[in-house]
């Protein structure tokens, strides 16, 4: 059973930055896609950031060019660096492993983002 871990939420000033980690307990060479979704009270749960392991990358609209995905094969480990955090970006934060594209996948707990002055 694979299990990821997340790290790395907290409170934050808009404008400030947080960098997520994902921790996966085996190796993430066997994912075909590991990617970090978030869900804000009363959404629906929404796509932030995926990476394939071609190495592509695909973003949401309301986070390019100030979130970035990438990995650490090493140490099995995603992370999503965000810069400029707006209050909009309040969420929790959830890492998503996929072996085959049209998987659910596997869920991490989710770790709280809170963008607030």
């Known amino acids: 059973q694979v299990q990821l871990v997340e790290s790395g939420g907290g409170l934050v000033q808009p404008g400030g930055s947080l960098r997520l980690s994902c921790a996966a307990s085996?190796?993430?060479?066997?994912?075909?896609?590991m990617g970090w979704y978030r869900q804000a009270p009363g959404k629906q749960r929404e796509l932030v950031a995926i990476?394939?392991?071609?190495?592509?990358?695909n973003y949401a609209d309301s986070v390019k060019g100030r979130f970035t995905i990438s990995r650490d094969n090493a140490k099995n480990t995603v992370y999503l660096q965000m810069n400029s955090l707006k209050p909009e970006d309040t969420a929790v934060y959830y890492c998503n492993a996929k072996l085959r594209p049209m998987d659910s996948g596997y869920w991490g707990q989710g770790t709280q983002v809170t963008v607030s002055s």
């Open positions: 990476l394939t392991k071609t190495d592509t990358t």
């Open positions: 085996g190796s993430i060479f066997m994912f075909n896609a």
